[in-house]
């Protein structure tokens, strides 16, 4: 993989944080995290991620409408955005589509359906 990638990724929970920290250190992308959409607009005003890794179910802001949000932002809209969401049920693929997403993958993660939508966008 070429390090120079970098990732954001936007998750609340801890747990699916460090899984996918390690899952992006181990392919040798760089990896920035944030817990909600506040700390997301932050990292954005001083980093450009090739790719963004969207939690849907977040506190304040869900990931939606942040989406949605990214992608009227000149500077932001074509960043790559793929959903990572326990949203599994019939429609929401399309939900997440509609949003603005490029992307989408359930939770549970299967690793390798990640890295390669991941692949498919950033190499």
Do not use: W
């Not at 607009?41 to 949605?68: A, E, Q």
């Amino acid at each position: 993989m070429n390090s120079t990638k970098i990732i954001l990724h936007i998750e609340d929970n801890p747990d699916n944080r460090l899984l996918i920290r390690r899952l992006l250190m181990s392919a040798s992308y760089q990896v920035l995290e944030a817990t909600n959409a506040y700390e997301a607009i932050s990292r954005l005003r001083h980093y450009r991620p090739d790719l963004i890794l969207m939690d849907i179910n977040m506190p304040i802001i869900d990931g939606y409408t942040l989406t949605t949000k990214f992608k009227t932002v000149p500077g932001l809209e074509n960043i790559p955005i793929i959903a990572v969401t326990a949203n599994a049920m019939r429609g929401d693929r399309e939900k997440s589509l509609l949003a603005g997403c490029d992307g989408y993958v359930e939770k549970p993660i299967d690793i390798d359906k990640l890295l390669g939508q991941i692949r498919r966008f950033i190499g």
